[in-house]
C-alpha cells in the first residue's frame, strides 16, 4: 500500500489496465486516501458506465484506502471512454496533499441546464435520445415529458454535464447536433439553456395516491402473482439472500457475510446502504458470480471505529441489506384515470445522489416491448423515512400489448425489472 506524498502524486490515484483479449476483464485500481462512502462512490460511477465489476478486494487502514476491481464492459470500451472513466473516478478520490487531512471541502454542485424539444412521436424515440445523452456523459436529473393531441412530443430534460463543459457553445452545439442526427427530419426544435427558477414547477412529480405509495415503497414483495409488483418465478431466488454477523474472528472489525443473487449495481446497492449508515469498511472481499449467486466478505467498523457488538445494530444491519439486495428497485403498474401507468421508483442517497441509468434501462425495455410513452416524469418522493426517486410512465393503448391484461401486465413489468437487474 503506498503512503500518503509517496512517488506518483495524483497521476496514478487510478489506473486503468485494459484486457489483453476481448472479453476478458480488465482492472482499475484506485490508491487515495480514505474517506466514509468511497467504496460506494466508485462503484457508483462504474455502474453509471454500464460496467460489471466481475471480482473485486478493498483494504484500507483509515487513512489510506487500495481498491482493485476486475471489470467486463457490456461493450467495447474505446480510449476515450477509459479516459473519462479514469477521470471520473479520480474526482471522487480525495487529493493525496496533506491539506486533505485538515480540511476537506464539500463536492461541488454541477449547473443544471434545461434540454427542451420538440418532435414527432415515434416508438423508441425517448430511449433513443437517452442513449444519445448517455453517451455524451450528460446525467439526466429529472424529466417531463408530454404528447400533443396533433402527435408531435414536448420534452424537458433536466441535465447534469460530467465533462463540465456545458456552458461552452461547443458543448452545446455537439449536443444538439447528436440529436438532430437521432430524430432527423422529425425534430421540430432543440433548446439548450442554463435552467433558471422559472422552471422549478416543472420539477416535481404528481402526487401519489396513499394506497398507490404504499404498494410501491412497501418493505416486502408479495409472492401473489395478481399483485402490480409480482416476481416472476425465477426471481424468486432473490428471497435466498443471506447475511451473517461475526465477531468473533476480528479483535477489531465485525465480519458481515452475505450470500445473495447477482445482480446489476449489487455492489453499488451494499456499498450505499452501508455509506447511509456510517458504516466504515477496512476490508472487504467480493467474488466472481457462481451460477447466479455471489459471496461477499467485508470487515466493518462503526463510525467511531468499535465493532458492532449492540443485537439491535446488529439486527437493523441485516434487515436492511436484506431489503436492498431484494428489491434495490421498485416495478409496478397501476390504472391512472383511464390510463396505464409504469412505476419505478429507487431510493436515494443521503448525499442526494440517485441511481444511474434507471431511466435509460426502463425506456430500453419499453422499447424492445414496442410500447411507446405518452407522457413521463421523474422526480423525487419522501416515504419510509427516506427520499426515492420515481419515474412514472404513462404508456400509449396503441401497441400490441392489452394494457388491461393481467398476463401483459406482468410480462412489461418482469421485462422492465430485468433489464433493470442486468438479467
Known amino acids: 500500500m503506498r503512503v500518503p506524498g509517496g512517488a506518483g502524486g495524483d497521476d496514478d490515484v487510478v489506473q486503468i489496465k485494459e484486457a489483453s483479449k476481448s472479453g476478458e476483464p480488465f482492472v482499475i485500481t484506485v490508491n487515495c486516501p480514505d474517506k466514509t462512502g468511497l467504496a460506494c462512490d466508485v462503484f457508483r460511477i462504474i455502474l453509471d458506465f454500464g460496467l460489471s465489476i466481475a471480482k473485486g478486494d478493498i483494504s484500507t487502514d483509515g487513512i489510506w484506502c487500495y481498491i482493485v476491481l476486475w471489470v467486463i464492459p457490456h461493450s467495447t470500451l474505446l480510449a476515450t471512454s477509459c479516459s473519462f472513466l479514469k477521470d471520473r473516478l479520480q474526482s471522487v478520490c480525495p487529493p493525496c496533499s496533506a491539506s486533505f487531512y485538515l480540511v476537506q471541502q464539500p463536492p461541488r454542485s454541477s449547473p443544471e441546464y434545461l434540454l427542451k424539444f420538440c418532435c414527432l412521436d415515434r416508438k423508441g424515440l425517448l430511449h433513443d435520445v437517452t442513449k444519445v445523452l448517455s453517451e455524451l456523459e450528460l446525467s439526466i436529473q429529472k424529466v417531463k415529458v408530454t404528447t400533443t393531441p396533433d402527435g408531435r412530443v414536448l420534452d424537458l430534460f433536466f441535465i447534469t454535464d460530467n465533462m463540465e463543459l456545458l456552458h461552452t457553445r461547443k458543448r452545446q452545439d455537439e449536443t444538439c447536433g447528436r440529436l438532430n442526427n437521432v430524430l432527423q427530419d422529425s425534430c421540430v426544435s432543440c433548446e439548450l439553456q442554463l435552467a433558471g427558477p422559472e422552471y422549478e414547477c416543472n420539477q416535481g412529480i404528481t402526487s401519489l395516491s396513499p394506497v398507490l405509495a404504499e404498494e410501491l415503497f412497501q418493505c416486502e414483495l408479495s409472492d401473489n402473482e395478481r399483485r402490480s409488483q409480482a416476481l416472476s418465478p425465477d426471481m424468486t431466488k432473490l428471497k435466498r439472500t443471506n447475511v451473517i454477523i461475526d465477531n468473533s474472528l476480528s479483535p477489531a472489525h465485525t465480519l458481515i457475510q452475505i450470500h445473495c443473487a447477482d445482480h446489476k449495481g449489487l455492489l453499488y446497492d451494499i456499498m450505499r446502504t452501508l455509506k447511509d449508515m456510517n458504516i466504515k469498511i477496512s476490508y472487504g472481499r467480493f467474488s466472481p458470480n457462481t451460477k447466479g449467486y455471489r459471496d461477499l466478505d467485508i470487515f466493518i467498523q462503526q463510525k467511531d471505529g468499535k465493532k458492532i457488538l449492540d443485537s439491535g445494530k446488529q439486527s437493523a444491519l441485516c434487515s436492511r441489506l436484506k431489503q436492498e439486495m431484494l428489491h434495490p428497485l421498485r416495478v409496478m403498474i397501476a390504472n391512472r384515470g383511464p390510463d396505464t401507468e409504469l412505476l419505478v421508483a429507487n431510493p436515494v442517497e443521503l448525499s442526494g445522489k440517485g441511481r444511474p441509468r434507471v431511466f435509460y434501462d426502463v425506456t430500453y425495455a419499453l422499447k424492445t416491448l414496442g410500447i ?52
Open 372 to 423: 411507446c410513452v405518452f407522457s413521463a416524469e421523474v422526480g423525487r418522493y419522501s416515504a419510509s423515512a427516506r427520499e426515492w426517486e420515481v419515474y412514472r410512465f404513462l404508456l400509449d393503448e396503441n401497441c400490441e400489448f392489452h394494457l388491461t391484461s393481467v398476463a401483459a401486465r406482468n410480462q412489461i413489468v418482469d421485462r422492465v425489472r430485468r433489464t433493470l437487474m442486468g438479467w
